[in-house]
């Protein structure tokens, strides 16, 4: 079954189990499957009627963060045959922009207030006027069949030139994601799982909680962003859930470790840690285990443009006691894995390379960006069939079992506490501040993780003469905001008199690393 009947399926079978909730908002919102299907239909009926008639069919973007209508919006969206874009109340004023204007979207579902001076072309929906639409029995319409090909959702990803790119995701590629992800969830042991999810909807580890639950039939406990920056809501919230499956960056698992709280007393009832979008660090699994007896957990790999993950490996106590970095697993059934050479060869067992991921789960490609998809995306024959293939830019190995490790990436794009940066997207966005006249970010590593971002800059005049150089820093930090998120914003500036350059006049980032 499809996710789209499957979730049909559920709301004839379950109609009163609770699909998603977040216990910290302020009305304590929870949706049942009946009422997410139900809801998602009435407003679908609403999209498609006032949709412009023989025009393309542009993605529609959906803004909000944690409230379980930010999922009937998605639902509906693609019932009325249109592709979502999820964009978090965390993106700035600037890049909601951009990505309205880039989709082109004639309707913005705002499931919370847009910022201030934001100004919109496209027809707008609040929240207040969604549940009304949505409690709105003359809205029950017949909806559209979308089929695999169909685009899904599109999220957006950072992009070196300071623009954000949207990976395309079909239905199909997602039904085939959770057809498999289910299927792990099933092979540890839980066949009526409810997930946590940590990340928010514009990032796609998301998906992987949303909806694996959704599919599965479960209740999601979405923890909003004030919840998880707060440790006694946060516990006070994961005391009270009984979920079953945790999806976080390892990046989380460690925030919360960092607690003694956190443990299997906390909760009871989680049996499975599902992680993603990082590295995984021994350290942090060995503390897990420990915490948490009755948990396994699974180190799962993969990018954005080949939904979510493809490979999935779980962590036992054999792995632990090798002295080598964790693994990343074996690729999942319908994905191949290659490992080319810098001469675009195959590479042999335990030779190291790019990773290449093709199959059933790559992308179509970046939305509206020609050039960019037809770098990264291919169609290669294997066994006299096309397959389509997403060069990852990661590097890594294949051991002779055929499990893949991961050796970091060839390029300037880094994870910073999970979250995807390319360097270029903050240089490019630096210089959009008039008082910068030249910027380099340079990643401050350890132990092989990226700690922080720095930033060097030289300056268009001189620091006002009334402000010392840390305040003006403040608000060049504040000034950058406007334009990238804020978990992009450098943490240590260096003001710099000139920018050193290598022989070829680029910056030499080699003498900056000896700022660092
Ligand atoms: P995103 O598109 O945000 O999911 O980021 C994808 C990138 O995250 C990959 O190309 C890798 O560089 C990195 N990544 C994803 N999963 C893992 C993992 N399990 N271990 C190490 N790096 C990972």
Same mark, same amino acid.
């Given at each position: 079954?499809?996710?789209?009947?499957?979730?049909?399926?559920?709301?004839?079978?379950?109609?009163?189990?609770?699909?998603?909730?977040?216990?910290?908002? #302020?009305?304590?919102?929870?949706?049942?499957?009946?009422?997410?299907?139900?809801?998602?239909?009435?407003?679908?009926?609403?999209?498609?009627? /006032?949709?412009?008639? !023989?025009?393309? #069919?542009?993605?529609?973007?959906?803004?909000?963060?944690?409230?379980?209508?930010?999922?009937?919006?998605?639902?509906?969206? @693609?019932?009325?045959?249109?592709?979502?874009?999820?964009?978090?109340?965390?993106?700035?004023?600037?890049?909601?922009?951009?990505?309205?204007?880039?989709?082109?979207?004639?309707?913005?579902?705002?499931?919370?207030?847009?910022?201030?001076?934001?100004?919109?072309?496209?027809?707008?929906?609040?929240?207040?006027?969604?549940?009304?639409?949505?409690?709105?029995?003359?809205? /029950?319409?017949?909806?559209?069949?979308?089929?695999?090909?169909?685009?899904?959702?599109?999220?957006?990803?950072? !992009?070196?030139?300071? &623009?954000?790119? !949207?990976?395309?995701?079909?239905?199909?590629?997602?039904?085939?994601?959770?057809?498999?992800?289910?299927?792990?969830?099933?092979?540890? +042991?839980?066949?009526?799982?409810?997930?946590?999810?940590?990340?928010?909807?514009?990032?796609?580890? %998301?998906?992987?909680?949303?909806?694996?639950?959704?599919? =599965? !039939?479960?209740?999601?406990?979405?923890?909003?962003?004030?919840?998880?920056?707060?440790?006694?809501?946060?516990?006070?919230?994961?005391?009270?859930?009984?979920?079953?499956?945790?999806?976080?960056?390892?990046?989380?698992?460690?925030?919360?470790?960092?607690?003694?709280?956190? %443990?299997?007393?906390?909760?009871?009832?989680?049996?499975?840690?599902?992680?993603?979008?990082?590295?995984?660090?021994? *350290?942090?699994?060995?503390?897990?285990?420990?915490?948490?007896?009755?948990?396994?957990? @699974?180190?799962?790999?993969?990018?954005?443009?080949?939904?979510? $993950?493809?490979?999935?490996?779980?962590?036992? &106590?054999?792995?632990?006691?090798?002295?080598?970095?964790?693994?990343?697993?074996?690729?999942?059934? +319908?994905?191949?894995?290659?490992?080319?050479?810098?001469?675009? *060869?195959?590479?042999?067992?335990?030779?190291?390379?790019?990773?290449?991921?093709?199959?059933?789960?790559? $992308?179509?490609?970046?939305?509206? =960006?020609?050039?960019?998809?037809?770098?990264?995306?291919?169609?290669? *024959?294997? +066994?006299?069939?096309?397959?389509?293939?997403?060069?990852?830019?990661?590097?890594?190995?294949?051991?002779?079992?055929?499990?893949?490790?991961?050796?970091?990436?060839?390029?300037?794009?880094?994870?910073?506490?999970?979250?995807?940066?390319?360097?270029?997207?903050?240089?490019?966005?630096?210089?959009?501040?008039? %008082?910068?006249?030249? $910027?380099?970010?340079?990643?401050?590593?350890?132990?092989?993780?990226?700690?922080?971002? @720095?930033?060097?800059?030289?300056?268009? +005049?001189?620091?006002?003469?009334?402000?010392?150089?840390?305040?003006?820093?403040?608000?060049?930090?504040? $000034?950058?905001?406007?334009?990238?998120?804020?978990?992009?914003?450098?943490? &240590?500036?260096?003001?710099?008199? *000139?920018?050193?350059?290598? %022989?070829?006049?680029?910056?030499?980032?080699?003498?900056? #690393?000896?700022?660092?």
């Amino acid at each position: 079954m499809l996710l789209l009947e499957r979730l049909r399926y559920w709301a004839e079978k379950t109609p009163d189990k609770v699909a998603l909730y977040n216990g910290n908002l #302020k009305e304590d919102i929870a949706l049942t499957y009946g009422e997410l299907e139900l809801y998602s239909n009435r407003l679908a009926g609403i999209i498609k009627n /006032q949709s412009p008639k !023989g025009e393309a #069919k542009r993605p529609i973007v959906v803004y909000g963060h944690k409230n379980p209508y930010m999922i009937v919006a998605f639902l509906a969206c @693609v019932k009325a045959g249109f592709a979502y874009c999820p964009v978090d109340i965390s993106s700035p004023t600037e890049r909601l922009l951009d990505i309205v204007k880039e989709a082109g979207s004639h309707l913005v579902l705002a499931l919370e207030d847009l910022p201030d001076n934001v100004t919109l072309s496209s027809k707008i929906l609040s929240l207040e006027e969604i549940k009304g639409l949505c409690q709105d029995g003359e809205n /029950q319409k017949e909806v559209i069949h979308i089929d695999g090909e169909n685009t899904f959702y599109i999220l957006f990803t950072s !992009g070196s030139t300071g &623009k954000p790119k !949207g990976v395309e995701i079909t239905y199909g590629c997602l039904n085939n994601f959770l057809l498999w992800m289910s299927s792990v969830v099933e092979k540890n +042991g839980i066949s009526h799982p409810d997930f946590i999810n940590q990340a928010p909807f514009s990032f796609d580890l %998301s998906v992987m909680d949303l909806y694996t639950n959704l599919y =599965m !039939g479960g209740t999601l406990n979405m923890l909003s962003k004030d919840v998880q920056m707060d440790f006694s809501s946060l516990y006070e919230n994961l005391a009270n859930s009984h979920s079953t499956v945790w999806v976080s960056t390892p990046s989380f698992a460690d925030m919360c470790l960092s607690d003694r709280q956190f %443990s299997q007393d906390l909760m009871k009832d989680l049996r499975l840690f599902l992680f993603c979008g990082e590295v995984l660090t021994r *350290e942090t699994a060995e503390r897990l285990l420990e915490r948490f007896p009755q948990a396994s957990i @699974v180190n799962t790999y993969g990018p954005t443009e080949s939904t979510v $993950a493809v490979t999935e490996v779980k962590i036992t &106590k054999e792995l632990l006691a090798e002295d080598k970095p964790l693994p990343i697993g074996k690729a999942k059934e +319908g994905t191949e894995i290659e490992i080319w050479s810098e001469q675009e *060869e195959c590479a042999k067992a335990n030779e190291p390379g790019e990773i290449i991921i093709l199959g059933n789960t790559v $992308a179509k490609g970046y939305f509206h =960006m020609k050039e960019e998809t037809e770098k990264r995306f291919l169609a290669l *024959e294997r +066994g006299g069939r096309f397959l389509p293939a997403y060069r990852t830019g990661d590097r890594g190995f294949l051991d002779e079992k055929g499990i893949l490790h991961f050796l970091g990436r060839g390029d300037n794009q880094i994870k910073l506490n999970g979250y995807r940066i390319e360097i270029g997207d903050i240089e490019e966005n630096l210089l959009k501040l008039e %008082s910068i006249s030249m $910027a380099a970010v340079l990643p401050k590593v350890k132990d092989g993780k990226t700690k922080s971002l @720095v930033a060097f800059v030289v300056l268009n +005049g001189d620091i006002p003469a009334d402000l010392s150089e840390r305040k003006y820093i403040g608000q060049l930090k504040e $000034a950058l905001k406007d334009y990238i998120p804020e978990y992009m914003v450098p943490k &240590k500036w260096h003001i710099m008199t *000139e920018m050193p350059l290598n %022989s070829n006049g680029k910056t030499d980032r080699n003498q900056l #690393k000896e700022l660092l």
